[in-house]
């Protein structure tokens, strides 16, 4: 299904400029944090402020946001530094009031989208109403769910809508907070190419070192803008203090960025190399699962008394995955090779094992 959608038509914003710029803290904590912040910001050249009212947190007892209490806080925010606000809503009372308080821009948290009823009673309260939603790609990778909340939104009439892509929750957080996993937002613009995407490099990295290579290689890849967590004193935060970074250096971060507007064969052929070189890190993560798994069997096979090399074994998986790789377009020798060489070095690992 085709969305409709109009452009985001932010008053005395050109959002078709990249990046559109979307700053603030995680929370909204106090009126003087808010508004602090809310200054230095506007005086670095930020026009639209973030503020989360309600936070959702993992688990119980931590800060769970302010609450209503801050909603005038972000309207003084519009009235007296000139900026546009936006916060998170996640069911119709959360919504009710952000329109009553006249909040400018709404987003949808990435625990809100990935639940359709949620996303339904978020589309029934702004039945009518005629503001922008930025909705977050949901926690688990799934682009179906992602365009599904995008399409609940739609329905009830609203059309200036953009996705925020803030990476995928996963198990093992490695290098990101959750991981950037790039060709499920390329495949969203492939999909529905008129729906400005912005990136979250904050709630991606969780570390504020990786702000700026994030939002650079999210222009890198033709994003229309970035929502960055930014606040006066991120040290100390009440959420997600590692990856909040000063509007000192956020602007200092937006100044050193290269945008390329150009974007013909080069910038596709660069989109292009970075999705080779997340499936090439996918594929490294998934051969140390692997030998993980490998020294397991090692530690089984030494404790009863088993050879390393069963050999009925070695050919089966040989001749299988020759198959499966003839089924998927690959010579079926390729993919033997391939295997004999993980193979040896399976053997490798468990002989390691066997002679500790
Ligand atoms: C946030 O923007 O502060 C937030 C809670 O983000 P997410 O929904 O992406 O986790
Ligand atoms: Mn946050």
């Known amino acids: 299904m085709e969305l409709e959608l109009q452009p985001l038509n932010l008053p005395g914003i050109d959002a078709t400029r990249r990046p559109l710029v979307i700053a603030g803290p995680c929370s909204a904590e106090s009126e003087e944090q808010v508004l602090t912040t809310a200054?230095?910001?506007?005086?670095?050249?930020?026009?639209?402020?973030?503020?989360?009212?309600?936070?959702?947190?993992?688990?119980?007892?931590?800060?769970e946001g302010v609450g209503e209490a801050g909603l005038p806080w972000l309207r003084r925010v519009h009235e007296e530094c000139?900026?546009?606000?936006?916060?998170?809503?996640?069911?119709?009372?959360?919504?009710?009031?952000?329109?009553?308080?006249?909040?400018?821009?709404?987003?949808?948290?990435?625990?809100?989208?990935?639940?359709?009823?949620?996303?339904?009673e978020i589309a029934d309260a702004l039945q009518g109403h005629d503001v922008p939603v930025l909705v977050k790609n949901p926690v688990n990778p799934d682009l179906e769910l992602w365009i599904g909340a995008l399409q609940r939104l739609n329905n009830a009439g609203i059309q200036r809508l953009a996705a925020i892509h803030r990476g995928f929750s996963s198990y093992?957080?490695?290098?990101?907070?959750?991981?950037?996993?790039?060709?499920?937002?390329?495949?969203?613009?492939?999909?529905?190419?008129?729906?400005?995407?912005?990136?979250?490099?904050?709630?991606?990295?969780?570390?504020?070192?990786?702000?700026?290579?994030?939002?650079?290689?999210?222009?890198?890849?033709?994003?229309?803008?970035?929502?960055?967590?930014?606040?006066?004193?991120?040290?100390?935060?009440?959420?997600?203090?590692?990856?909040?970074?000063?509007?000192?250096?956020?602007?200092?971060?937006?100044?050193?960025?290269?945008?390329?507007?150009?974007?013909?064969?080069?910038?596709?052929?660069?989109?292009?190399?970075?999705?080779?070189?997340?499936?090439?890190?996918?594929?490294?993560?998934?051969?140390?699962?692997?030998?993980?798994?490998?020294?397991?069997?090692?530690?089984?096979?030494?404790?009863?008394?088993?050879t390393v090399v069963q050999t009925m074994r070695y050919t089966e998986i040989l001749e299988k995955r020759g198959a499966q790789g003839a089924l998927n377009g690959m010579t079926s020798s390729f993919i033997r090779d391939i295997f004999e060489h993980i193979h040896e070095e399976s053997v490798a690992q468990q002989i390691e094992i066997m002679n500790k």
């Open 39 to 63: 200054l230095q910001l506007a005086a670095n050249g930020i026009r639209i402020m973030r503020a989360g009212i309600w936070k959702p947190r993992t688990k119980p007892g931590g800060f």
């Open 82 to 120: 000139g900026m546009l606000t936006a916060t998170e809503v996640a069911n119709a009372t959360h919504v009710k009031a952000c329109l009553d308080y006249g909040i400018d821009i709404l987003w949808i948290g990435a625990r809100t989208s990935a639940n359709p009823f949620a996303m339904q």
């Open 172 to 306: 093992d957080k490695r290098i990101y907070r959750n991981p950037p996993m790039w060709h499920i937002p390329i495949e969203l613009r492939r999909r529905i190419p008129s729906l400005p995407i912005l990136c979250d490099p904050s709630h991606i990295g969780g570390r504020r070192e990786l702000v700026a290579p994030l939002c650079q290689q999210a222009m890198d890849l033709g994003f229309d803008g970035l929502i960055v967590e930014s606040h006066c004193q991120p040290d100390c935060a009440w959420s997600d203090a590692k990856q909040q970074v000063t509007p000192d250096i956020l602007e200092f971060i937006l100044e050193k960025l290269t945008i390329r507007n150009d974007l013909s064969t080069t910038e596709s052929l660069e989109a292009l190399r970075r999705q080779i070189d997340e499936v090439d890190n996918q594929l490294l993560e998934l051969l140390a699962t692997r030998m993980r798994i490998s020294r397991e069997i090692g530690e089984y096979k030494k404790e009863h008394n088993m």
